[in-house]
């Protein structure tokens, strides 16, 4: 026999009901997110490779390793950074003999 009666079996229905459309609706809001930073971030790798804003590129080196967290995140990106950096420094170099 249960403790629950028809009434409070629908009602615990509808708010199991309610819980998943909030959950649905954070899992939409999430992958909108998501999709924001990834075309951020082509944005700023599109204006890192075609060195379109000035000081971008040495900002980039100076802080990036910096505003990661984990050390898995920094592992893979130490790769890029100093190939930023590299780069940086051939591009200062020929502006210097200019």
């Known amino acids: 026999m ?3 009666s028809g ?3 629908k009602e615990q229905q509808k708010i ?3 819980e ?3 959950n649905r609706e954070k899992q939409k809001l999430d992958k909108k997110l998501t999709r924001q930073k990834i075309l951020l971030g082509a ?3 599109d204006a890192l490779e075609k060195g379109s804003v ?3 590129k040495q900002y980039t080196a100076d802080n990036l390793l910096n505003f990661l ?4 995140d920094k592992d893979l990106m130490v790769d890029l950074v100093k190939s930023i950096k590299s780069e940086f420094n051939t591009e200062s170099h020929k502006n210097k003999a200019d």
Do not use: A, P
């Open 2 to 4: 249960s403790l629950l």
């Open 7 to 9: 009434n409070d079996l």
């Open 16 to 18: 199991n009901e309610l």
């Open 20 to 22: 998943l459309k909030i």
């Open 43 to 45: 944005f700023l790798v």
């Open 54 to 56: 000035d000081g971008l």
């Open 69 to 72: 967290t984990r050390q898995t």
